[in-house]
T-cell receptor, first 112, second 112 residues
């Protein structure tokens, strides 16, 4: 039973399209995150939500919009996809902010 | 500016020997550190953590050492096993920032 699950795992799409990645955690955690791992393998935080409220918003283009309908879900919507958006996107959660974070399996996004 | 650095991109160790993975940081405000292991096409898996009030934490075959004056931490795996072959990331956070800064990872290969 996967603790942090995200879908889809693989996504190939054309430039200019809009796509969403969904994330759900069944750990009962209060805090959820989106991380991006780029081609240089840097793993960087994009957003964090605590109890459905945005608490971290790094310098991410506003084409990226997170949505947290409830504590267990944090979805990532990306508008007008660009080639540079190709990366692996990891969802994660922690019991409370600042605690150990647990990652999902990643979503491999390729923009062509 | 990369605040958390893993200067060795790769490391090979014989099965049964000790693996030592290193991590350096520049921000003296970091007070909590994590190590993750990542297999290909999977998300990072939490291994072990250490708080700045300690200089050592042990969990089975894994031990993390923290040298605050040198701003250096290391992960020791002993004895190393082929299943330990993976990419290892260290991460650090400062109290109140609610986010972890990750290193770029070290690929460990344990040779049978």
């Amino acid at each position: 039973d996967t603790a942090v699950s995200q879908t889809p795992k693989y996504l190939v799409t054309q430039m200019g399209n809009d796509k969403s990645i969904k994330c759900e955690q069944n750990l009962g955690h209060d805090t959820m995150y989106w991380y991006k791992q780029d081609s240089k393998k840097f793993l960087k935080i994009m957003f964090s939500y605590n109890n459905k409220e945005l608490i971290i918003n790094e310098t991410v283009p506003n084409r990226f919009s997170p949505k947290s309908p409830d504590k267990a879900h944090l979805n990532l919507h990306i508008n007008s996809l660009e080639l540079g958006d190709s990366a692996v996107y990891f969802c994660a959660s922690s019991r409370v902010v600042g605690n150990t974070i647990y990652f999902g399996e990643g979503s491999w996004l390729t923009v062509v | 500016d990369q605040q958390v650095k893993q200067n060795s991109p790769s490391l090979s160790v014989q099965e049964g020997r000790i693996s030592i993975l290193n991590c350096d940081y520049t921000n003296s405000m970091f007070d909590y550190f994590l190590w993750y292991k990542k297999y290909p096409a999977e998300g990072p898996t939490f291994l072990i953590s250490i708080s700045s009030i300690k200089d050592k934490n042990e969990d089975g075959r894994f031990t993390v050492f923290l040298n605050k004056s040198a701003k250096h931490l290391s992960l020791h795996i002993v004895p190393s096993q082929p299943g330990d072959s993976a990419v290892y990331f260290c991460a650090a956070s400062a109290a109140g920032t609610y986010k972890y800064i990750f290193g770029t990872g070290t690929r460990l290969k344990v040779l049978a």
